[in-house]
């Protein structure tokens, strides 16, 4: 089973600054990477699918980058809708299974 | 608009099972595969599942085979997930997401594009 593994486990950040959240796989999973945002009460939003395209409706100030077994999510300039808990996942295609990280929380410094 | 609506909460004793629904709108549902993830209080999300609406196969997490198992009905546009034999470390809010592939340059990328809202299931003598 393929691991993925969140750093760091919280995030402080000042709004207007930037965010950069990190996710390694235990081996390859190409760019079959998504990112999640969650808030509290919330069911997860997709931001990010194919390591590095927006979903739709998602701003720009996010972007995904990376492949192989690292990748980075980066908000470029965090707003105040943005604090929340981010999760990494990844696609294996045989046997299928999807797996995601112990998420990043971005927390108002 | 596309929207995924699950049954409401359960309480369960150890040793039952729950059976969760989840009704979609808004797309067509047997082109696109349903999988089932939940979340422990406080904790991170984890895969169990998904179905093919279309031709009703499915394929399990490892963790829940022998357990679970994830069934639909075409007629209502519905997926269902039923877990067995709880146990109280099964507390968690159970969720369903649409399956998105998305393919470019001979490859295909698999994430979850809509959710359900969630079903809480509470574990408990």
């Known amino acids: 089973e393929i691991v993925m593994t969140q750093s760091p486990a919280t995030l402080s950040v000042s709004p207007g600054e930037r965010a950069t959240l990190s996710c390694r796989a235990s081996q390859s999973v190409s760019s079959n990477l998504a990112w999640y945002q969650q808030k509290p009460g919330q069911a997860p939003r997709l931001l990010i699918y194919g390591a590095s395209t927006r979903a739709t409706g998602i701003p720009a100030r996010f972007s995904g980058s990376g492949s192989g077994t690292e990748f980075t999510l980066t908000i470029s300039s965090l707003q105040s809708e943005d604090f929340a808990v981010y999760y990494c996942?990844?696609?294996?295609?045989?046997?299928?299974?999807?797996?995601f990280g112990q998420g990043t929380k971005v927390e108002i410094k | 608009q596309v929207q995924l609506v699950q049954s409401g909460a359960e309480v369960k004793k150890p040793g039952a099972s729950v059976k969760v629904s989840c009704k979609a709108s808004g797309y067509t549902f047997t082109g696109y595969y349903m999988h089932w993830v939940r979340q422990a209080p406080g904790q991170g999300l984890e895969w169990m599942g998904r179905i093919n609406p279309n031709s009703g196969g499915t394929n399990y997490a490892q963790k829940f085979q022998g357990r679970v198992t994830m069934t639909r009905d075409t007629s209502i546009s519905t997926a269902y997930m039923e877990l067995s034999r709880l146990r109280s470390d099964d507390t968690a809010v159970y969720y369903c997401a649409r399956d998105w592939e998305y393919c470019s340059g001979g490859s295909c990328y698999s994430s979850f594009d809509y959710w359900g809202q969630g079903t809480l299931v509470t574990v408990s003598s």
């Open positions: 996942q990844q696609y294996n295609n045989w046997p299928p299974s999807w797996t």
